[in-house]
Each structure stands twice: as C-alpha cells, then as structure tokens.
C-alpha cells in the first residue's frame, strides 16, 4: 500500500492543490466582497433574492469547504478583504452606479470562470476529495447560472448574439 492509497483525506496535497485550493479560497472571499457591493448597487428585487441566494448557499460554501481543507492540511490562509457596509441604492451617484443587467453580467462571468477553473483544478487533483469537491463546485453553479440565464431573459437583459432565424 503505497502514500496515496486508502483514505483520500489522509493523504498530502500536492503543491498544484494546495496553490489552486489557496487560490480558490482566496478568490471567493473577493468574490463575496464583490457580491456585497453589488447587492448595493441593484434595485431589482429578484436580482437581490438571487444575489443573496448565490452568496450563501454557493459561494460561502465554497470558501468554507476549501478553508477547511486548507486548515486540516496546515495551510497559512489568505487574507480576507474587508466586508462592505449596506448603503441605499439611492445614496449611490447615478454615475458611478452598476445597473441590473451589468450586475447580472459579471456575476455570470464569475461563474463561467469558477467552473472554468474548477475543471482544471478536477483535472490536477490527485486526492479524489478534492477532485469530487471541486466538481460539487462546477455542479452548483452551473444550476446558478442557469437560474441566472433565466432571470436575465425574464427581465429583458440578455443581448444575444446575432441569431441565425433560417
């Protein structure tokens, strides 16, 4: 029985799981900052119920899981940007205000490249753990972002590109 037989959780992290494991867990809690401003910034009801759902059944939830193992294997953690107040959208110049549908954009930008990451992250991973974590990630926000997908067209928000009617 060699060291990376038995039980997935005993084995050691190589240093592309720690790196992308630390890299991960450092981005989402950015990525929640980013979700706190932009839940100032939206004035549609909906959009604020799927922003605040996204950050605490998906994302927090990712970061939790990835700084769990981080902290079982003896990781140092990355550091936390600090959270955001909640404002009124109304106290936001017109200006330097995110609208709805640009809002709606980059989340799903976020998401696309989570996923994107979470596959190579999968790919690399030696410790099946990590590796079925990571794809619990790509599984949980692809159904986001096919909440999100659906939310931007009830709303009018999606621009396709040109369609091919013929």
């Not at 990355?78 to 609208?99: L, M, S, T, W």
């Not at 099946?128 to 986001?144: G, H, I, K, L, S």
């Amino acid at each position: 029985m060699g060291i990376l037989s038995g039980n997935p959780q005993d084995e050691p992290l190589h240093a592309g799981e720690v790196f992308h494991l630390w890299t991960h867990l450092f981005e989402t809690k950015s990525f929640l900052v980013t979700l706190q401003i932009m839940l100032n910034h939206t004035g549609d009801h909906d959009l604020k119920t799927f922003i605040g759902d996204l950050t605490e059944n998906c994302i927090t939830q990712e970061g939790q899981q990835s700084e769990a193992i981080l902290k079982e294997n003896g990781i140092r953690l990355p550091p936390a940007p600090p959270d955001r107040p909640k404002v009124q959208i109304e106290d936001i110049p017109a200006g330097a205000r995110f609208n709805d549908p640009e809002i709606a954009l980059a989340i799903g930008r976020e998401l696309k490249l989570g996923k994107l990451m979470g596959t190579y992250i999968t790919g690399i991973a030696i410790r099946e753990d990590v590796a079925q974590m990571f794809n619990d990630f790509n599984t949980q926000r692809a159904e986001y972002e096919d909440k999100l997908l659906k939310l931007t067209k009830e709303k009018g928000w999606l621009t396709p590109p040109p369609l091919n009617l013929k």
